[in-house]
């Protein structure tokens, strides 16, 4: 916790960024170095890992825990497996990474599924198979994907019948309510089109029934997104690396922020680092002790940030969205070794060592 908030990160990576899992050549380190390229631009000063090759390596599910919980005032995290196999070998995130989080954290990690829709019936029942073992509280899904000896990009939209329906579908039957989709934020030098967010109200209009949460909400296509959170009611949206900007770039969170509270108030918004992209302490730190909205965007928002709408932020929404019991969370993780840790006070960043992580 940090104060009196119980803090959710709802987005987690535990990347493999290492060269030797590149699969799609030039796209795949383009990806590689658009991620350290947000760390570097958007890490404070001693949180930031200069060297390229200390960033770009498989990170292991244990140091992502460690810096979550240990280094960090997380109490609860949510790791998405990443379907992007047309660009690295194990999808970047890769399913038994998320497997092992769910084995070895069970009361610290909640888990999302992830497909590609373009694969048609192959990702139908490659959904079922993370279902069962993974028994997931979401599906992450991406926009795009590399198609082709070309490694052509293609998209497809939230509202397509064909190709995005029948995923919705089989999610609702399998249980999946919550469906996060990667957008506003380009994966490269790529065409722009998949990451707006116009398809996602047909979505949340024909399954009335799922959740839809919009990831990367308000690094781009700010007021398209408040809409989509003021007309649906299942709609919500995800700081991912936006949350991360109050760091070294506080007026284009305040006005991103701003922008989402405008249209549709502070309930629909949750917290997400995307770590290990950077390090989360620091921008939940500055949000909690010292973030305001400056008076003209007070009268934007129509409101100011105050300690009750960042606990909402932080972990409550989160917690409500996906069926979270916080004080059942709270009881088990009290004692448990990543609390035994911190009680012994708050390592320095990147502390991991193979000798020192909770299990």
């Given at each position: 916790?940090?104060?009196?908030?119980?803090?959710?990160?709802?987005?987690?990576?535990?990347?493999?960024?290492?060269?030797?899992?590149?699969?799609?050549?030039?796209?795949a380190e383009?990806?590689?170095?658009?991620?350290?390229?947000l760390h570097?631009?958007?890490?404070?000063?001693?949180?930031?890992?200069e060297?390229a090759e200390r960033?770009?390596?498989?990170w292991?599910v244990?140091e992502?825990?460690?810096?979550l919980?240990?280094e960090s005032?997380?109490?609860?995290?949510?790791?998405h497996?990443?379907?992007?196999?047309?660009?690295?070998s194990?999808?970047?995130?890769?399913?038994e990474?998320?497997?092992?989080?769910?084995?070895?954290?069970p009361?610290?990690?909640?888990?999302?599924?992830?497909?590609?829709?373009?694969?048609g019936t192959?990702?139908l029942?490659?959904?079922?198979?993370?279902?069962?073992?993974?028994k997931?509280?979401?599906?992450?899904?991406?926009p795009a994907?590399?198609?082709g000896?070309?490694?052509r990009?293609?998209?497809?939209?939230?509202d397509?019948?064909?190709?995005a329906?029948?995923l919705?579908?089989?999610?609702?039957?399998?249980?999946?309510?919550n469906?996060?989709?990667?957008?506003?934020?380009?994966m490269?030098?790529v065409p722009?089109?998949?990451?707006k967010?116009?398809?996602?109200?047909?979505?949340?209009?024909?399954?009335p029934?799922l959740?839809?949460?919009?990831?990367?909400?308000?690094?781009a296509?700010l007021?398209?997104?408040?809409m989509?959170?003021?007309?649906?009611?299942?709609v919500?949206?995800?700081?991912?690396?936006?949350?991360?900007?109050i760091v070294k770039?506080?007026?284009?969170?305040?006005?991103a922020l701003?922008?989402?509270?405008?249209?549709a108030?502070?309930?629909?918004?949750?917290?997400?680092?995307g770590?290990?992209?950077c390090?989360?302490?620091?921008?939940l730190?500055?949000?909690?002790?010292d973030?305001q909205l400056?008076?003209?965007?007070v009268?934007?928002?129509?409101?100011?940030?105050?300690?009750?709408?960042k606990r909402m932020?932080?972990g409550?929404n989160?917690?409500r969205?996906?069926?979270?019991?916080?004080?059942a969370?709270?009881?088990?993780?009290a004692?448990?070794a990543?609390?035994?840790e911190?009680?012994?006070?708050t390592p320095?960043?990147?502390?991991?060592?193979?000798e020192?992580?909770a299990?």
């Open positions: 916790m940090i104060g009196d908030a119980f803090v959710v990160d709802a987005v987690t990576h535990a990347y493999n960024l290492h060269p030797s899992n590149y699969r799609a050549g030039r796209y383009s990806l590689a170095q658009l991620i350290f390229g570097t631009g958007f890490s404070g000063d001693g949180y930031r890992i060297q960033f770009l390596k498989d292991s244990k992502l825990a460690r810096i919980f240990v005032d997380i109490d609860l995290a949510v790791h497996v990443l379907p992007l196999q047309t660009l690295y194990d999808g970047l995130c890769s399913f990474k998320t497997l092992a989080l769910r084995k070895l954290y009361d610290r990690f909640l888990v999302y599924a992830g497909v590609d829709p373009l694969r192959a990702a029942e490659e959904l079922e198979q993370q279902v069962e073992a993974l997931p509280s979401g599906l992450k899904l991406y994907a590399w198609l000896e070309s490694f990009h293609t998209g497809w939209r939230m397509d019948p064909t190709i329906f029948p919705f579908e089989r999610a609702r039957k399998l249980g999946i309510k469906i996060a989709v990667h957008k506003g934020l380009p490269g030098a722009l089109e998949p990451y967010v116009d398809d996602i109200g047909g979505a949340a209009d024909a399954f029934e959740n839809f949460e919009i990831v990367h909400g308000g690094m296509f007021d398209e997104t408040g989509q959170l003021s007309l649906f009611p299942n919500y949206v995800n700081l991912e690396v936006t949350g991360a900007l770039r506080e007026r284009w969170f305040a006005e701003a922008g989402l509270l405008k249209w108030g502070p309930s629909k918004i949750m917290w997400g680092s770590s290990v992209f390090h989360p302490q620091p921008a730190r500055k949000f909690w002790n973030f400056p008076d003209d965007l009268s934007v928002a129509g409101m100011q940030v105050t300690p009750e709408v932020i932080l409550e989160y917690a969205y996906a069926g979270i019991d916080i004080a969370a709270k009881a088990r993780i004692h448990d990543f609390s035994k911190r009680a012994n006070g320095g960043p990147y502390s991991f060592r193979e020192h992580h299990d």
